[in-house]
């Protein structure tokens, strides 16, 4: 199973909106709502920061939210701020009953 | 509070074995499916196995590691063999949100534990 496709970085000011994407294939990311997003500050565990593709778990900021067309999910994140500044990562799961992680996007907050 | 704890790990050399344990409270552990994932230094997240009613494993780890789950002891266990240079990673065990179903993700996460496989 390949990892699904991330851009490596992506930068935007405070309060200017970025956009994550998150390419793969029919039998992934494609095939059903089960995509969900994770932030990780360095040197820290994972977080969950959006479920089936565009649900905000409880505590998670409105500012973050999810999107899926056809074999490619999208997280955007409005409102940036310094705090935003993380690595992010998508993940799906598959038709084969397992998951694939993106490969990482790096958000850097000017 | 929900919290996940990992330990076991350490440093193995190339063929040897380790097993890794993790701790769940606060909440009901054997009514959820649950999860390894690691991540080696400097680099993504990468799924290991998953534990529901059956197993699942990832394609580079099928064969050599083992999920399992105690649920008298509230613990996720990985024992992993024939280990090589690139197992090494944090391994985190992660909880899935939908009780005993996967797909829905991981939405607790442990702080982890390194591995490292080397002579």
């Known amino acids: 199973q390949s990892a699904l496709t991330q851009p490596a970085s992506v930068s935007g000011s405070p309060g200017q909106s970025i956009t994550i994407s998150c390419t793969g294939t029919s039998s992934d990311v494609g095939g059903h709502k089960f995509v969900s997003w994770y932030q990780q500050h360095p040197g820290n565990a994972p977080t969950l920061m959006i479920y089936?593709?565009?649900k905000r778990p409880s505590g998670v900021s409105n500012r973050f939210s999810g999107s899926k067309s056809d074999n490619t999910a999208s997280l955007t994140i409005s409102g940036l701020q310094a705090e935003d500044e993380a690595d992010y990562y998508c993940s799906s799961y598959t038709s084969g009953s397992t998951y694939v992680f993106g490969s990482g996007t790096k958000v850097t907050v000017l | 509070e929900v919290q996940l704890l990992e330990s076991g790990g350490g440093l193995v050399q190339p063929g040897g074995s380790l097993r890794l344990s993790c701790a769940a409270s606060g909440f009901t552990f054997s009514g959820y499916a649950m999860n390894w994932v690691r991540q080696a230094p400097g680099k993504g997240l990468d799924w290991v196995s998953s534990?529901?009613?059956?197993?699942y494993y990832a394609d580079s780890v099928k064969g050599r590691f083992t999920v399992s789950r105690d649920n008298s002891k509230s613990t996720l266990f990985l024992q992993m063999n024939s280990l090589r240079a690139e197992d090494t990673a944090v391994y985190y065990c992660?909880?899935?949100?939908?009780?005993?179903?996967?797909?829905?993700?991981?939405?607790?996460w442990g702080q982890g534990t390194m591995v490292t496989v080397s002579s």
């Open positions: 992660a909880k899935s949100p939908y009780g005993g179903y996967l797909g829905g993700g991981f939405d607790i």
């Open positions: 089936e593709v565009s």
């Open positions: 534990i529901s009613d059956s197993t």
